[in-house]
């Protein structure tokens, strides 16, 4: 365990045009990795992960962090971790075939379980949530037609496919994006939505504890391998936001977010021209501030009237974004605030 001390603290972001007075504290960890997971535990307490094994977490508000070693996964891609506290997490990789695992560690990282390895050829898993600190799911990319959806009751030490008849058939091209381990979200009561883009973006909804999925369409950007939602999020059992557009045309605001008042039986297009500034990674609901704030490599945005329009906050780019937390490239992690609170 090594810890790695703020390089760059309380830094004012370049200015924007009608951005509210917006301020990033920010910490770039010493290996410099492009973090893509993020964790909140809360408002002092987080963990990130990302490329070339990257594990850490910090206790003091981000000042500092302990990068933590994971054996035999260097060479991993840590897109997603999901924490339950100060000293348990589960990291989830995305990658082809092998490259896709899931560890555990219920000891601050001194030690870490393999629970999981992809062993489908043409496997590639996106995401996990968990409803509690024993139910979860996990969601992969089609194989043969279908969306991998693996449901644990045992907080992640065993996994079960569903069955091939539950399953989520997938249209030809349509896939799950693991760009920050959010193209899943769930909710108390067996809630559970998994976003998806490339030939269609579609949002499936569950309401059994991922045993059962139904698919519903949304006025998102699709059509091509770099389109589609990419991030999805629920404050409560009805008011839900994704976000996403094509990551190559990152400055394409079109379709590039939508916003569900019933649960995600329907979804709505923004207000035009009051969409998001471009392709966006990463959304979460601020209960602090009681604002949506939205990311991606080129900027971030906030939303006060529950996604129906956004407005600048960030110039900075970040991959991931819950709550107040965000991280990115070149190691890059922070807690986005503004000089005031904003109103809903």
């Known amino acids: ?40 535990v809360d408002h002092q307490t987080a963990w990130v992960s990302g490329s070339s094994g990257s594990v ?19 060479e991993l891609d840590f897109r997603d971790v999901e924490a339950f506290g100060a ?5 989830m990789s995305a990658g082809p075939a092998e490259a896709s695992r899931l560890y555990r560690t219920e000891d601050g990282g001194l030690s870490w379980q393999l629970l999981l390895t992809n062993h489908e050829a043409n496997g590639f898993w996106d995401g996990i949530a968990f409803w509690d600190s024993a139910r979860g799911l996990l969601v992969g990319d089609p194989v043969v037609g279908c969306l991998t959806v693996m449901l644990t009751e045992d907080a992640g030490h065993t996994w079960t496919l569903l069955p091939a008849n539950a399953l989520p058939a997938a249209v030809d091209g349509e896939f799950a994006f693991a760009a920050s381990g959010t193209s899943v979200a769930v909710q108390p009561g067996g809630l559970a939505w998994i976003a998806t883009g490339g030939a269609v973006a579609r949002v499936y909804c569950s309401r059994d504890y991922g045993r059962s999925w139904q698919a519903v369409a949304t006025p998102m950007i699709a059509g091509s391998a770099g389109a589609g939602i ?113 109103s809903r």
């Open 1 to 40: 365990m090594i810890r790695i001390a703020s390089l760059c603290l309380a830094a004012w972001l370049p200015a924007c045009t009608n951005v509210p007075s917006a301020v990033i504290d920010t910490v770039k960890l010493a290996s410099a990795p492009s973090l893509r997971g993020l964790s909140r």
């Open 56 to 74: 850490a977490r910090s206790f003091d508000a981000g000042q500092t962090w302990d990068y933590l070693a994971v054996p035999g996964a260097a």
């Open 230 to 342: 990419f991030s999805i999020a629920f404050r409560d059992a009805q008011h839900g936001v994704v976000v996403g557009g094509d990551y190559l045309n990152p400055d394409l605001r079109e379709a590039s977010s939508a916003y569900t008042v019933d649960g995600g039986k329907t979804w709505r297009a923004v207000t035009p021209g009051m969409e998001p500034g471009g392709y966006r990674s990463g959304v979460s609901w601020c209960a602090a501030r009681r604002v949506w704030i939205a990311v991606g490599p080129e900027g971030a945005d906030f939303s006060n009237d529950d996604g129906r329009t956004w407005q600048p906050l960030l110039c900075d780019g970040f991959h991931a974004v819950d709550q107040e937390w965000a991280s990115g490239s070149q190691g890059r992690t922070g807690q986005v605030m503004s000089a005031k609170p904003l």
């Open 87 to 91: 000293n348990t997490a589960v990291l």
